[in-house]
T-cell receptor, first 113, second 114 residues
């Protein structure tokens, strides 16, 4: 049973560029959440997708956007990258139908130069 | 919004000793409190969680206690082992239910010395 998978594992981008990160949820899960984890900090909630719609959003600018596909996989897009966007981006999945805890992927390490 | 404070930021113990990490939260509506362990370069992994209708939960060497009135919860690890060394995060869920967004503390780096 595959867990949460994310791609790519590492990414280097230049300021002003755009990036797309991908996530496949754990089998049986239908809800995907994205978190940003800066070095030495706890994960910060970006947004959550359920039934292909953004259900909740944290305090992140509109440069951060996302999408969920019919197969429950998800993408995180960040436009006009800033140096401060350098972080580990974690995807987490859960099942809406029960009190399912979040299962995290290994993350994508984004470096903006 | 919810704010979670976590203490201490670093904790060093001798193998076999107990370790305690404490967290406070601000939103009285929060009702789900998980703890995650994150080893260097790896994903956060859920080690134990507690809901607001329960005061204490135990799983082998790990226990969590919750005081709703004081809005604080704690992680207790007994008989620590070197493999317990990691960063531990507490979190609280707003709005009720595990599917809602989690607000994390800043983490505690636990070092267990052999």
């Amino acid at each position: 049973d595959a867990g949460v998978t994310q791609s790519p594992t590492h990414l280097i981008k230049t300021r002003g560029q755009q990036v797309t990160l991908r996530c496949s949820p754990k089998s049986g899960h239908d809800t995907v959440s994205w978190y940003q984890q800066a070095l030495g900090q706890g994960p910060q909630f970006i947004f959550q997708y359920y039934e292909e719609e953004e259900r909740q959003r944290g305090n992140f600018p509109d440069r951060f956007s996302g999408h969920q596909f019919p197969n429950y996989s998800s993408e995180l897009n960040v436009n006009a990258l800033l140096l401060g966007d350098s972080a580990l981006y974690l995807c987490a999945s859960s099942w809406e139908g029960g009190n399912s805890p979040l299962h995290f992927g290994n993350g994508t390490r984004l470096t903006v130069t | 919004g919810e704010n979670v404070e976590q203490h201490p930021s670093t904790l060093s113990v001798q193998e076999g000793d107990s370790a305690v990490i404490k967290c406070t939260y601000s939103d009285s509506a929060s009702n789900y409190f998980p703890w995650y362990k994150q080893e260097l370069g790896k994903r956060p992994q859920l080690i134990i969680d507690i809901r607001s209708n329960v005061g204490e939960k135990k799983d082998q060497r790990i226990a969590v206690t919750l005081n709703k009135t004081a809005k604080h919860f704690s992680l207790h690890i007994t008989e620590t082992q070197p493999e317990d060394s990691a960063v531990y995060f507490c979190a609280a869920s707003e709005g009720g239910g595990s599917n809602y967004k989690l607000t994390f503390g800043k983490g505690t780096l636990l070092t267990v010395n052999p």
